[in-house]
């Protein structure tokens, strides 16, 4: 699938993966940061989100070659992959079939393990919109109140509302597959191999994603990694602590970086 991407600076490419509801927008400022310290950062939507086609195959391996196809399209190498949560999976499961392209790999606030479903209140909430109904973005987060208090949330989701041609609102993502197949956004990540690549973790203090237990799981299929904790996070960690997160990134890829 031909992913919908955006592309800044010139140098190492460096491709970054948003999470679960996310899109490639969310990680504008820091892809622009990224590009003034010499490298050629995309911001990718990943299928069925922001404005990548939308498809009913939703799940890791596919996710991961529609990565190898945005590569192989630029010919890319040695490429630094950075995933946050869904997208991390995505970026390990790359990095477990496609070693061979990898410089590096970042994943944030997420292990290789499997995850339970916990979105059943965010989906409860999107699904409760009737966009043949709701006509303004108030009423959506009106609807989005009754279900979630988090009011960052609340934004993040809102940020995927756009208006259609015909003059009605709906979601960017794929609301119908990711409702139908979310269980597939917590499986384990599979590996009868030992992956060599670099790989610096980055966990949110306040997040449970990364666990010191999941710490064996990850040094098992990944022995060559650093893991990080950026102080006072939660689960966006990138979001919450934008200038942490930023220098904590500079260090692993330019350790003369101050």
């Known amino acids: 699938m031909k992913l919908f991407y955006r592309k800044f600076g010139q140098g190492q490419p460096l491709i970054i993966l948003h999470g679960l509801f996310g ?34 195959v ?12 945005l590569i192989n399209d630029n010919h890319l190498q040695q490429v630094i992959l950075l995933g946050h949560s869904m997208g991390g999976k995505v970026a390990m499961q790359f990095a477990i079939k496609h070693p061979e392209l990898l410089s590096k790999l970042i994943v944030v606030d997420i292990a290789p393990k499997y995850y339970p479903q916990h979105h059943t209140e965010v989906l409860d909430a999107l699904n409760a919109v009737d966009f043949k109904v709701v006509k303004s973005r108030k009423d959506v987060e009106t ?95 990138h979001a919450e602590k934008p200038k942490e997160f930023y220098e904590c990134v500079m260090k692993y890829l330019k350790p003369s970086h101050s």
């Open 58 to 69: 939703w799940n890791y391996q596919v996710m991961s070659e529609d990565i190898l196809e």
């Open 143 to 237: 609807i989005l109140s009754s279900f979630i208090s988090d009011y960052g949330t609340k934004q993040f989701l809102l940020k995927n509302i756009y208006w259609k041609e015909n003059s009605d609102l709906d979601w960017r993502f794929n609301l119908k597959v990711i409702t139908e197949q979310i269980e597939n956004v917590g499986e384990l990540t599979p590996s009868n191999t030992v992956c060599y690549t670099p790989v610096l973790f980055i966990r949110g203090e306040a997040s449970t994603y990364i666990l010191d237990k999941d710490l064996d799981l990850i040094r098992d299929i990944f022995p060559n990694n650093v893991l990080e904790t950026i102080l006072g996070a939660g689960h966006w960690v």
């Open 23 to 56: 899109q490639s927008d969310n990680w504008n400022t820091l892809a622009k940061k990224f590009a003034e310290q010499g490298f050629e950062v995309y911001i990718v939507d990943l299928r069925n989100h922001g404005l990548s086609p939308h498809s009913g």
